[in-house]
């Protein structure tokens, strides 16, 4: 019964936030809609594994920068989304970050060597929606 309770708050949680991110990039002009993970196989080990999609099904990666105040944040996310499959933009959400500023976030992006095969863009703290490169 815990597992249920849980699983329920836990897509409760996750349409929330849905929400919160439909409603941020309403006025940017990109569609929302959420991707997940498919099985790829994997011919040096012989077995299927779980590879991750992009958030969004258009190929649009989130990251969300709420604490982030450090260059090596912003240098991960961009390789984790260099994993993904059909990922060829990222988004950093700087909306409510309090501990980096705009700029100090775009020079971090540019100074990043990973990434290179899709568009950055920046949801700047006025929620502007600003491409880096």
Known sequence: MFIFLH???????ISELYYLLQ?????TGIRVFLGDRVLVFN????VEEEKGLADLKNGVDIKTLTMAASRNTVDSYLRNTSKKL???????????N?????????QWIRRSQRFKR???YILSQGS????IR
């Open 7 to 13: 699983a329920i708050s836990c897509v409760e949680v």
């Open 23 to 27: 409603e941020r990039c309403y006025g």
């Open 43 to 46: 011919p040096a080990t012989g």
């Open 86 to 96: 059909d990922a060829t933009t990222v988004i950093f959400d700087n909306v409510d």
């Open 98 to 106: 309090h501990g980096a500023s705009d700029d100090e976030i775009i």
């Open 118 to 120: 899709g568009k950055i």
């Open 128 to 131: 502007a929606l600003i491409r």
